[in-house]
């Protein structure tokens, strides 16, 4: 008998389950994984929304969301991955230097746009440009694409001038160049994890999924995707 499982994702891990739902089908043969992947807070409002779904992965702090207005099982959560935040310009830019908290402080003052999502990055760099004391400087010149349009699109258009998004979203874009990430001091690190959602009626299979998902075996496909075992 073969099932067929249902998973909605943000944007940020869709090219990494690709490969870890390709790995899974081919050990459980029986088992079809359907990968869907949006912008993160329109996927958290569907499942909220009671759309029916078996998996759901997510940035964590949206998992524990979802967990606490019982719309996924909690204690079937798994942290994934870490993924840190990187920085863009276009390909034919020059590229200012963001070795240090100052230098990336002085890249985002001088550039004429700048670009982040929607999801929990871009949230921690508005708290870092309040921190900074410049949010309402520069305020003005952010470019916020619609959610599940990548920022590296944007900056490849050239209607970013200087983009900042999970390492995985920007790594592969053509048109861009990835300066690297963002220095250590301020760096943003975001947990993405998975877990049952409430509505699922295939709780074995979500479990092996699950399992899957955390495996030792699948840290190399991870790291490939920009991203560390969390």
Known sequence: MSITLTLISSMATKA????????????HPGITVQVESVGGVDAAKRVQAG???DVVALAADAIERLAAGGHVVADTRVDMVRSEVAVAVPADADRPDISTEEALKAAVLAAPTLGYSTGPSGVALA???ERWGIAGQVGPRIVTPPPGVPV?????KGEVAL??????????VPGIALLG????????VTTFSAARATLSTQAEAVDAFLRHLVSPATAAIKQRHGMTPA
């Open 152 to 156: 590296g699109s944007l900056v490849a």
């Open 181 to 188: 990430g963002m220095p250590e001091a301020v760096q943003i």
């Open 127 to 129: 708290q870092l440009f």
């Open 163 to 172: 983009g900042f998004q999970q390492r995985s979203e920007l790594m592969n």
């Open 16 to 27: 990494l389950l690709a490969d870890l739902v390709a790995g899974f089908q081919h050990a």
């Open 51 to 53: 759309e029916a779904f």
